[in-house]
């Protein structure tokens, strides 16, 4: 068997478990999630056998955009916690071996940040507004926006201040796009980073890593369709506001800061980008992992799975990195509700659950009993595949998205800023349920802040804890198989592969089986040490995964079980 990799290289095959700090945990019953809910589910993140947990946006913020709106990139919101509570967490995590990434958001401040205030009072030109992009508006007084740039949430990307100037926001008006051609920008994101990693933080997740270099020429032109993976709508690089090759001198800069500590600092990147693309933000000289959001985005078929896998294998072969596979996160559907829909041919799993949304969860009717056994077999897929893998807080439960959120309730600025007409991301980040029943579902002591619906009760920690064939289970034996068997980072596709049937093995013999046919089939020769769903006379049933160690007295098998076992 191989040895496990160097330390310094931790990030390669990690388990990453991603926690939406608002969402986890509440520890004083305000109804939202903080740190001290964090500190006191440690055990439970152990009990799961994760290696790392990623910490979405825990900063002060007015909550415009769930945190990704930063006012203070050194400090815990007070809702939160404190620097201390923070140390504690780490301290704590470190102490049972579970490294700590956090989020950092260099795109764009919060309107509330210092920085952007200190722009409004400051005249145009100013050095203040420099940190920003503030422009004058078209027509003879300057009262249209300077482009027609849409923002990513609706709406347009600019609005005006009191002056007249208009400033960029490719998000909502209330994160304003910082100028990363300044110098000021640039040193304090450096100073940042030293501030989290001097605390003894293990790594970060960039947001939206790939809109950092901005084309600002003017006349701005209209904007080329949005990138999609698998379009090439315009020439790589050649997009005034998406994934310019300028954006890797500043993760070229960054990685000096990483490498200035043992280990050096993890980087991985939140680029949708063009698969040949996403190698230069994973690449060793910049941040050394980039998301590959490939499977997210794939419908539950075995030739979407194997085109998928082969082609981002060979791509991070190509560059050098380790690739990693995410199945939900804290953006879209989650998956068990995304595979209980009809895949449809010409949309991707997330545009298929997104049109679902918009018909309020209910067209066409999810198969849940069919999505959750699916998901089990996706995420057994996923973790048994050669690099790292992100987890998303629940779906270790099996949960499902909420769908039917009312409107006064909801929190994404997707869902105020068009209006109602997209429902945006809630429906994946209700607060956890932890018991099966009490006041929010033992996520705290009062109501929380986005509605639970019923249906958490019976997929509550609590209720699936003592359960063998829970989801929860499932994860938990996985994870242990998983670092038991720690296999290099090969895949050998064996000849079990077909249409229906997703079959390979990795270094010292240990495979991994998925039958995404509606019949049962034959399984390979060896020992099951873990299936999704219940095998079916022997055989591997529809919509299942299973891991298999070789039979004895094969050598590599022996050992292989000798050192599992131990
Ligand atoms: C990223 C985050 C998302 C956020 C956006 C703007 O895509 O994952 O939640 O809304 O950036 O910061």
Redesign the pocket.
Known sequence: MEMSPPTAEWWRQAVVYQIYPRSFADSDGDGVGDLGGIISRVTYLTSLGIDAVWLSPFYPSALT??G?DVDDYRDVDPQLGTLTDFDEMTAGLHGCGIKVIIDI?PN?TSNRHAWFREALAAPKGSPARDRYIFRDGRGPDGAQPPSDWPSMFGGPAWTRVQDGQWYLHL?AAE?PDLNWANREVRDDFLATLRFWSDRGVDGFRV??AHGLAKDLTEPFEPLPAEPNPGDQPVPHGAHPLWDRDEVHDIYAEWRQVFNQYDPPRAGVA?AWVHPSRRGRYASPAGLGQAFNFDLLEANWRCGEYLRVITDDLADTQQHGASTTWVLSN??VVRHATRYALPAQDDLSSIGAASAWLLSGGVSPEPDCGLGTRRARAATLLMLALPGSAYLYQGEELGLHEVADIPGDRREDPVFWRSGGAEKGRDGCRVPLPWTADGPSFGFGAGAAHLPQPAWFGPLSVQAQEHDSASTLALYRQALSWRRKLRAAENLEWMPGTNGQVLHFSRSGGWQCVTNFGSRAVPLPRGTVVLASSPLLEGLLPADTTAWIIPPAPDRVAQHLTASALQ
Do not use: A, P, R, T
Request: aromatic letters at 16%.
């Open positions: 955009d769930g990704y958001v764009h998000f994160q947001d939206v939140e804290h953006d």
